[in-house]
């Protein structure tokens, strides 16, 4: 359990970039872990967490968020349309916005709940044909029809491709946030998370660096 040892790392980051202290928040990445594992670091006083499954978010959350105040949920993991509702209902941050069907839906529900995660809009800055997000080129559009729709889009969110180097793919992404003025980006794992500090993340998303490796989910 090392928590407290990425908390200090992302503190030394931010130094050495120099960036102000706190200017980057933990997304503590709680999926496929154990509860008792998950239950040790909401006792170590964290309580940014992030999912990847609606489902399993379910499952889990509404009870520890009874014994925990102050919990703030992120939705990291694809979201089928049709459970942007009971999403809408359980998370505070969906960082996995990424066409415009969804959006237009999130409107609808938002009308009709009075009230809307913050969102992320996922960019797939290495135009990978096997992973979800708005390419690079389609981004400044996309980001305008969200606008229209009324949407409370606050950043943008990446995940590089396994084999390139990180940080252009960081440096891409904070600068298609940049110039659609948006102040936030998520962006940084367990094995790159310094590398996105430095090119300006405010939210990193890390998993098994602070919980351990994940046990192979079970179909
Ligand atoms: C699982 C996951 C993470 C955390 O990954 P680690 O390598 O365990 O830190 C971060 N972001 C997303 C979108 C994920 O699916």
């Given at each position: 359990m090392s928590l407290s040892i990425i908390q200090s790392r992302i503190a030394a980051e931010e130094q050495r970039a120099g960036r102000p202290a706190?200017?980057?928040?933990l997304i503590a990445v709680s999926k496929v872990q154990p509860d008792e594992r998950v239950k040790a670091v909401l006792q170590q006083g964290q309580r940014i967490f992030g999912?990847?499954?609606?489902?399993?978010?379910?499952?889990?959350?509404?009870?520890?968020?009874?014994?925990?105040?102050?919990?703030?949920?992120h939705l990291l993991g694809p979201l089928q349309t049709n459970k942007t509702r009971q999403a809408m209902e359980l998370f505070d941050y969906f960082h996995t916005l990424d066409r415009l069907k969804l959006a237009k839906r999130i409107a609808i529900v938002?009308?009709?709940?009075?009230?809307?995660?913050?969102?992320?809009i996922q960019v797939n800055t290495g135009d990978e044909s096997q992973k979800a997000g708005?390419?690079?080129?389609?981004?400044?559009?996309?980001?305008?029809?969200?606008?229209?729709?009324?949407?409370?889009?606050i950043g943008l969110m990446c995940i590089p491709p396994v084999d390139d180097e990180p940080a252009e793919h960081f440096a891409l992404l904070r600068?298609?946030?940049e110039r659609n003025g948006l102040s936030e980006?998520?962006?940084?794992?367990?094995?790159?998370?310094?590398?996105?500090i430095a090119q300006g993340a405010?939210?990193?998303?890390?998993?098994?660096?602070?919980?351990?490796?994940r046990v192979a989910p079970t179909a």
């Open positions: 706190g200017s980057v928040r999912e990847n499954r609606v489902q399993e978010a379910a499952g889990k959350w509404p009870d520890f968020r009874d014994s925990f105040d102050g919990v703030e949920l938002r009308d009709e709940l009075g009230r809307c995660p913050e969102l992320f708005i390419s690079p080129e389609d981004t400044d559009a996309f980001v305008a029809e969200c606008r229209a729709l009324e949407l409370p889009v600068d298609l946030a980006l998520s962006m940084g794992m367990s094995g790159d998370f310094e590398c996105a405010t939210y990193v998303r890390v998993g098994s660096a602070i919980f351990g490796d």
